[in-house]
């Protein structure tokens, strides 16, 4: 059995440029959770730095993501929110349980 493909997103966003992008988050969130593959799709602002967002998700399998990403609304929302973003960091993760 393949075990779902996990990973955080954190991206570090431009002082004040968090609304802009969080107003385009439901959609984001509503199309990428209809994508096949998908498990999971939450997105999160930091507690501790309102302009730090981090994004959790999981696929069914790495090559179900790659098809994500190929996706028309997952490459506009990636160019939409490029300007937005002072750093981006990805980590791929697993549970042992």
Request: aromatic letters at 14%; a negative charge; charged letters at 25%.
């Amino acid at each position: 059995m393949t075990k779902p493909y996990k990973f955080i997103v954190t991206i570090e966003l431009v002082p004040g440029t968090r609304d802009e992008i969080l107003a385009r988050a439901p959609e984001v969130q509503l199309a990428a959770r209809a994508d096949n593959g998908c498990l999971s799709f939450d997105c999160f602002i930091c507690t501790d730095d309102p302009n730090r967002l981090v994004f959790i998700e999981s696929w069914t399998d790495e090559p179900a993501y790659a098809a994500h990403l190929l996706r028309g609304h997952t490459q506009r929302f990636l160019e939409f929110y490029e300007p937005f973003h002072r750093s981006f960091s990805f980590e791929t993760i697993t549970a042992n349980t």
